[in-house]
């Protein structure tokens, strides 16, 4: 069965920085892009940013360009978001996500973590 | 950035009735739109990609249709574990990913 166990998650400053992780198992890690995925409390879905398979291609929504990073370490099949920077804004539970077809960026995501809380507070 | 539009926000229904959901985009998306279902503290599952297709698992009381801008996600009668809130998102032109608002169905 495909898994996705994010980590990573804390209450954190205004400014401040967290990393997050994303282990995957149950699937060929190394053919699938990925993509992290948020939900800020009572809200609906905003996605954040898509890695390609082999990490060569990243893409990132505007309101986190410049301040977060994806990337994945294949060795260990878990993908990360740096955040830097951290807003208010930012506050939400950050799912991890796999896309469906392999060897694509399908960007249908059909299979999740169970998420992680990220708060950013003064 | 194309704009997914869902309506109605909430649909009240009881279990064995029809429930029809509307997703509307900007543009047109030909048919790579995608629907997910949420329960409460869970995290979103894939229902329906490319419009109509099923995804592995999801019972075939749920139907995806539409193409272009005008798209809807049905479920033919509802059963108690359908209660939940549904999101569309498209694909065709990214980034970035864009998902609707959602449809929250309750009893």
């Known amino acids: 069965d495909v898994q996705l166990l994010e980590s990573g998650g804390d209450l954190v400053q205004t400014g401040g920085s967290l990393r997050l992780s994303c282990a995957a198992s149950?699937?060929?890690?190394?053919?699938?892009?990925m993509a992290w995925v948020r939900q800020a409390p009572g809200k609906g879905l905003e996605w954040v940013s898509s890695?390609?398979?082999?990490?060569?291609?990243?893409y990132y929504a505007d309101s986190v360009k410049g301040r977060f990073s994806i990337s994945r370490d294949t060795s260990t099949s878990t993908i990360f978001l740096q955040m830097n920077s951290l807003r208010a804004e930012d506050t939400a539970i950050y799912y991890c996500?796999?896309?469906?077809?392999?060897?694509?960026?399908?960007?249908?995501?059909?299979?999740w973590g169970h998420g992680i809380l990220v708060t950013v507070s003064s | 950035e194309i704009v997914l539009t869902q309506s109605p926000a909430t649909l009240s229904l009881s279990p064995g009735e029809r429930a029809t959901l509307s997703c509307r985009t900007s543009?047109?998306?030909?048919?790579?739109l995608a629907w997910y279902q949420q329960k409460p503290g869970q995290a979103p599952r894939l229902l329906i990609y490319?419009?109509?297709n099923r995804a592995t698992g999801v019972p075939a009381r749920f139907s995806g249709s539409g193409s272009g801008t005008d798209f809807t996600l049905t479920i033919s009668s509802l059963e108690p574990d359908d209660f939940a809130t549904y999101f569309c998102?498209?694909?065709?032109?990214?980034?970035?990913?864009?998902f609707g608002g959602g449809t929250k169905v309750e009893i």
């Open positions: 996500a796999k896309s469906r077809v392999p060897n694509s960026m399908d960007m249908v995501f059909d299979s």
């Open positions: 149950g699937f060929p890690f190394s053919n699938c892009a």
């Open positions: 890695l390609s398979n082999d990490g060569s291609k990243t």
């Open positions: 543009q047109s998306v030909s048919n790579y």
């Open positions: 490319d419009a109509s």
């Open positions: 998102q498209q694909r065709q032109y990214w980034p970035p990913l864009t």
